[in-house]
Every structure is written in structure tokens, then in C-alpha cells.
């Protein structure tokens, strides 16, 4: 009898011997037509080369301590004054901090500011940080954010402070998070706009700080609204990018009205412009579906290689 037989019992009950008898003739003739047992169910000895590789340094690095967890340890390094080492300051990333040597002995700090609406008191206390604490300038980035460079370790715990202090923040603010939500420049006061986008905008960001599964994406990701105005918001060159439009009366059993558009895949970096998914979303329902497709690259995108997006 062939006893290498994939099923031993039923219902933990031992085979009878005219059980075997007859497994066995049923899987010889299975092997003389060339299938095998684990053409029909996983094989619990030879695993998938994915199970077996190690994963890549920077997926490693998240599994052994989520990035989000180490603020302790930039405290601790700031008792001493002392910079981080390489995982550490892939870590730091998530709290919006930079080390910058060995260019620059010091962190840069970047913020998150949705949409690029910022209030009065809001400027003037970045601006007294970096003047107290840095360099005394702030840069302004492409994605309408503020950046504070030349942080000593033992300042980098009260920036932080004193950003979160007036209703700011640095998370999720590089690596591999969300970046800064990006809208058209004009929102809200643009007479040409079809829609104001910054309610969407700020509702993004609150689902994004809210829930930690944002914070654990196989790469960065940009997502950008565009309301229909004056000054687009080049919505096409991020992963995600959504664009009002009007929808007058058809014979397609639309219901004219504003509508946004979904297009996914825009990366500068590789000269790609996002692609039309060729769908409306209502208004109503633009955040929910960003943040599923979020979700579903999440759960599917690369985890193996740190250039590409997905398997």
C-alpha cells in the first residue's frame, strides 16, 4: 500500500484498511494523469517562495515595531542630543521627522496640512518655532505644506509639541503613509468652481489620522481632489486623483448634476499620468470610495519589491 497517502482519518477517526485500499488506487490514478494532490489543496510541506523569502528590509523594520509606536524613542535621543541610527530613522519618518545627515546633522520636520488651509495663529506659531527651535526658516512645499529643517535631536520633541499645540501635526507625513491631501488652490473662493473640495479634503484626513491601517501602506501615496476651478490641482499626477464635473441632460439615465471623476495611477517620478477609471462618484460618496481603494492597495499592493506597486 502507498503510504504517503495525504489523508489519514475522517472526522479523527483512524482509515479502515479498505479506506486505504481504496485512496490509494484513487490517487495512483490521479498520478498516472499527471495531477497531484496539491493541484487541489495547499501543500503543507512545500510553501509559496513568498512564505519563505525574508521580507524587505523596510517591511521588516514596520513588522518588528510599528513606526507610530516609536516616539519614545525619539525622546530618549533627545536626552543625549543623540541622532538616530538606520532604523530609527526609518521610523521617525511616520512621526513627520527626517534626519538629514549626513548632508545636515539634524532632523527636518514636515507637516500635514490638508488641503493647505492654515489659520493666522496657526503661521505664527510655526514661524516662532522655527525662529526658537531651528533654522529660522520654513519651506513651502509642492503639495501646499510647511517643512521646518535643521532640528537638533534634542529639540525634535518639543516641535512636535508645539505644532500639535495650535491643532497641526506631522504624522503619516513621509515614508511609506499618505502625503499631504492636495486641492485646488482656489477652493472655497474660486466663482468658477464646481465644488468646494475642502470638506472632502478635511474628512479624508480625519478618516487617515483616525485609523492605524493607514499608516502601514507598502509605499507612499498622494491623492489629490480638483473642484473644477480656476487653478487645477494637477490631480492626475498623484495615485489617486478625483475631478469635478458637470453633467448635463443625457439619454444615458444619468442624472445630470456635479459629479467627480476617479483616475488612479499618476506618478511624476516615472511620467505617468493617472488613468481614467471612466466612473462618477456623487459628491456624497467621493471619500468613502478614495478610502477603499485605499484599502485595496493596502492589502494587495508590493510588499516585496520598493519600486513597484503592485505584485
Not at 489620522?209 to 491623492?223: E, G, M, S, T
Not at 480656476?230 to 486623483?241: A, F, Q, Y
Request: proline share 6%.
Amino acid at each position: 500500500m502507498n503510504l504517503t497517502l495525504p489523508i489519514r482519518d475522517i472526522q479523527g477517526e483512524p482509515l479502515t484498511h479498505e479506506q486505504e485500499l481504496y485512496l490509494d488506487g484513487l490517487f495512483a490514478g490521479l498520478r498516472q494523469r499527471g495531477y497531484r494532490f496539491t493541484d487541489l489543496t495547499d501543500d503543507p510541506i512545500a510553501r509559496s517562495p513568498a512564505e519563505t523569502t525574508p521580507p524587505i528590509l523596510e517591511e521588516r523594520i514596520k513588522n518588528e515595531l510599528h513606526p507610530l509606536d516609536a516616539f519614545a524613542q525619539i525622546s530618549e535621543n533627545a536626552r543625549t542630543n543623540q541622532p538616530p541610527d538606520k532604523e530609527a530613522a526609518f521610523r521617525f519618518k511616520w512621526h513627520g521627522l527626517f534626519f538629514l545627515a549626513p548632508a545636515k546633522e539634524g532632523f527636518m520636520a514636515r507637516l500635514r496640512i490638508p488641503g493647505g488651509q492654515v489659520k493666522s495663529f496657526q503661521l505664527r506659531e510655526i514661524a516662532m518655532t522655527a525662529k526658537d527651535l531651528t533654522s529660522g526658516y520654513v519651506q513651502i512645499t509642492t503639495r501646499a505644506n510647511f517643512q521646518i529643517r535643521l532640528i537638533e535631536p534634542r529639540h525634535a520633541p518639543e516641535v512636535l509639541r508645539r505644532i500639535q499645540s495650535v491643532g497641526l501635526h506631522t504624522r503619516g507625513a513621509g515614508a511609506d503613509n499618505i502625503r499631504n491631501l492636495t486641492t485646488h488652490a482656489t477652493s472655497g473662493f474660486d466663482p468658477n468652481e464646481l465644488i468646494d473640495t475642502l470638506p472632502a479634503c478635511h474628512e479624508l484626513a480625519q478618516i487617515i489620522i483616525n485609523d492605524r491601517a493607514f499608516y502601514n501602506l507598502p509605499r507612499k501615496f498622494n491623492i489629490a481632489f480638483d473642484g473644477g476651478g480656476l487653478i487645477g490641482s494637477l490631480e492626475d499626477t498623484n495615485d489617486i486623483g478625483v475631478r469635478a464635473v458637470r453633467i448635463l441632460a443625457n439619454d444615458q439615465g444619468i442624472e445630470p448634476g456635479i459629479y467627480y471623476r476617479v483616475a488612479l495611477g499618476g506618478a511624476t517620478g516615472h511620467q505617468a499620468f493617472a488613468r481614467d477609471l471612466g466612473v462618477l462618484v456623487p459628491p456624497v460618496d467621493v471619500v468613502g470610495v478614495i478610502a477603499e481603494i485605499v484599502r485595496v492597495y493596502i492589502d494587495n499592493g508590493n510588499r516585496g519589491h520598493r519600486k513597484k506597486s503592485a505584485s
